[in-house]
């Protein structure tokens, strides 16, 4: 009998004692429903591999899949891109010259940028202009680490460039360092403009994103055939593989990004009157700057992860010295190649982590002039000037001694 008392503070044991029972009832009655699912299970699993075994007696197909019924889609495949290649005709002009075209204007810009940093410019065939030298290219870096995020940034990125002259890898490293110019930009600015696009209107980002699962899945191998034959072969090529390998990432981030951006600070742009343009772009991008700066690194990366593949279409640099050094087992050279890979994604990753944690710029009201103001950028270009002047009068000091 439960104590009077009791239920004056709250408490009934008659209660406690009714709902205990009512737990281990449905419990037990769990425990009787659960048994018999788990003897259908096995039963049934132990049924299949009984007959798994001995099916393949009565029923040869069951062992061996018809080719009858296998999906010829590799022939429909190859069936499409030949006729898109050799039959596609837009009236002006046809799919492949479309797509040569765009490969020789992309040609352009890396052309320009091969000769600015080591080949040099060809005026005649008895005078070239010499390129940017080793030693400005390397003090630009450091200069631009340093001003990002000191000391320890300048003396890592510096080393890691300074790797690349002593060892011998400068040329290669000039010319992979010209696709990633070219190359990270070009992604960076497609995924942003994709991305845009898909934060606005929810029914293209649930559009692109199983292409995106896709793209990103797909090995960087898979690009290389559809791509030798829309736009032949060499580094330009291989350069747009490595822009459709790099660019999902920074679709993600800016998608992501712009989600995480809070909605008290879109609606105080759009009450001082911001048009759909300047929220993009003065709002919502310095507002998601994290996110993207990591989307921005990912495209590097993934860059940097294509260069071996790429080389087996074209690209040059330091991929191909790999590549080759794999063919003829020159396993120190491959190592060395290798090796300047990794300290130029360290340097990279490293530089772009900076710009990450560098506190943006102040804009407050002052009279100094323009050296003061930007005192890394005046030293950049001073030294960028000198180097090409020394270099043209003595043409030696752009290529590193041999002897050292």
Known sequence: RA??????????????????????????????????????????????????????????????????????FRGWAGDSMNWMVKELDFGLF???EATRGFAWLL??????????????????????????????????????????????LALLSGGCFLYL???GHWNS????????????PIGCVLGLLVGSVAYRYRYVEAAITPLLDFMQTVPVFAYLVPVIMLFSFGPVPALIVMVIYATPPMVRATILGFKLVSPEIVEFGRMTGCSPRQLTWKVMI??????????????????LNAVIIASVIGAGGLGF???????????????????AIVLLAIAMDRITRGFLTKPPPSHEVTKANFVRRHPYLVAAIALITGSLILANLVP?????PKSW
Do not use: H
């Not at 030696?396 to 590193?400: G, K, W």
């Open 3 to 72: 104590n009077p008392q009791s239920r004056t503070r709250g408490f009934d044991p008659t209660a406690a004692e009714m709902t205990l029972a009512t737990v281990e009832w449905k419990a037990a009655r769990v425990r009787l429903i659960g048994e018999p699912k788990r003897l259908i299970f096995w039963s049934a699993l132990t049924a299949v591999v009984i007959v798994s075994i001995f099916i393949p007696n009565l029923l040869p197909w069951a062992d061996e899949y018809p080719k009858s019924w296998v999906v010829p």
């Open 94 to 96: 046809t799919f492949l």
């Open 107 to 152: 040609g352009w810009p890396f052309d320009f940028t091969n000769w600015l940093l080591w080949e040099g410019f060809e005026i005649s065939k008895q005078k070239t202009l010499p390129g940017l030298p080793w030693f400005a290219l390397v003090g630009c870096v450091t200069i631009m680490s340093y001003a990002i995020a000191g000391w320890r």
């Open 165 to 167: 002259v002593v060892f």
């Open 173 to 184: 490293a000039m010319m992979t360092v010209s696709s990633l110019l070219l190359a990270v």
């Open 286 to 303: 310095p507002s998601a700057r994290p996110t993207l700066m990591v989307g921005v690194n990912q495209v590097i990366m993934l860059s």
């Open 321 to 339: 010295d790999v590549f080759m050094s794999l063919k003829r087992l020159q396993i120190g050279q491959g190592l060395e190649a290798g090796v």
């Open 396 to 400: 030696t000091v752009s290529e590193f």
